[in-house]
């Protein structure tokens, strides 16, 4: 029976994914998350096989979810599930340790076999227009803590609800703050949710 983590920020969302999941034989929702970090502690208690994990979610991206799952659980594969077509989120998908990315709009046809795909050991990635997979982009000059803060930041929490979210000290945040502000060359608050917006990393 393969377990599958469900996390999504939308409560109707899950809900339809859930049942989607369960009509299929050998397959069971073990767990569930609203937001990216919620996602990433299910996963350390569940151990799930497969975490689907939508990429817009609050506190937390999928994609900066993904990458702290394979981190803590290495045996569970992601998947993630996505609205965006772009390829750049894809290839930031599969940076992240992610084996897979479904289109939502697609989800009705191809999760069920991308979840048995990614929980074999194989990679499933929706047809994109122009989508080469081997194309090298360019990195993100931000490390991925950075992009964590940053995202937090643009959601408008403070520097000690990111230090408690992201467990470290509210020295070190200012300390990422600073880094990011530099190597953006940006000034403040307005500049940085402007970046974390076209960075996709927060919805405008």
Do not use: W
Not at 19 to 29: A, D, N, P, S, W
Not at 154 to 166: C, D, F, G, P, R
Not at 168 to 188: F, I, P
């Amino acid at each position: 029976m393969l377990k599958i983590l469900v996390a999504d920020d939308h409560g109707i969302v899950r809900s339809g994914l859930k049942m989607l999941i369960e009509r299929q034989g050998g397959m069971t929702v073990v767990a569930e998350a609203e937001d990216g970090v919620d996602a990433v502690a299910a996963a350390q208690q569940a151990r799930p096989d497969v975490a689907i994990l939508d990429v817009a979610m609050p506190r937390m991206t999928g994609i900066q979810a993904a990458r702290e799952i394979r981190a803590h659980c290495p045996d569970t594969a992601v998947l993630l599930l996505s609205m965006h077509d772009d390829e750049r989120y894809v290839h930031d998908a599969l940076r992240a340790g992610a084996s897979g990315y479904v289109l939502k709009r697609q989800a009705d046809a191809e999760l069920i076999e991308a979840v048995r795909s990614v929980a074999a050991g194989g990679r499933f990635v929706s047809a994109l227009p122009g989508l080469d997979l081997d194309a090298d982009h360019e990195s993100d000059p931000l490390t991925p803590r950075e992009l964590d803060v940053v995202k937090l930041i643009a959601e408008a929490h403070t520097n000690k609800q990111i230090a408690e979210t992201l467990h470290v000290s509210e020295k070190t945040v200012e300390s990422h703050r600073a880094n990011v502000l530099s190597k953006l060359g940006m000034r403040d608050r307005v500049e940085l949710v402007r970046y974390a917006i076209r960075r996709g990393l927060v919805e405008p």
